[in-house]
């Protein structure tokens, strides 16, 4: 069984940082694409970021791009550091398994989810 549990979320001023984490254990994820979501009260899952695991491949969403940056290490840990932060990023962020190296940017891509972590972002 895939477990993946996100931390790091809280309460931050706008134009400062935070440093998401997500412990993946359970299987392999050499071969894996691994990525972020957030979701806002009354909106759709949007995708943030991915990192196919086995290799330095990236995409962000232009939402983001130039702020956000998402990276792994070998402990199977998926990272996701926000910088220059606005009050729209304000969300709760999910942490995404996906079984196949191939980059995917919709929730359906993807086969597994933790339980998310709140990032609240004020003015």
């Known amino acids: 069984q895939v477990q993946l549990v996100e931390s790091g979320g809280g309460l931050v001023q706008a134009g400062g940082s935070l440093r998401l984490s997500c412990a993946a254990s359970?299987?392999?994820?050499?071969?894996?694409?691994m990525g972020w979501f957030r979701q806002a009260p009354g909106k759709e899952r949007e995708f943030v970021a991915a990192?196919?695991?086995?290799?330095?491949?990236t995409f962000y969403a232009d939402s983001v791009k130039g702020r956000f940056t998402i990276s792994g290490n070998n402990a199977n840990t998926l990272y996701l550091q926000m910088n220059a932060l606005k009050p729209e990023d304000t969300a709760v962020y999910y942490c995404a398994a996906r079984r196949v190296p191939i980059m995917g940017v919709a929730p359906t891509d993807y086969n597994y989810w933790g339980q998310g972590t709140q990032v609240t972002v004020s003015s």
């Open positions: 359970g299987r392999t994820f050499s071969t894996y694409t």
């Open positions: 990192i196919i695991w086995r290799g330095t491949s």
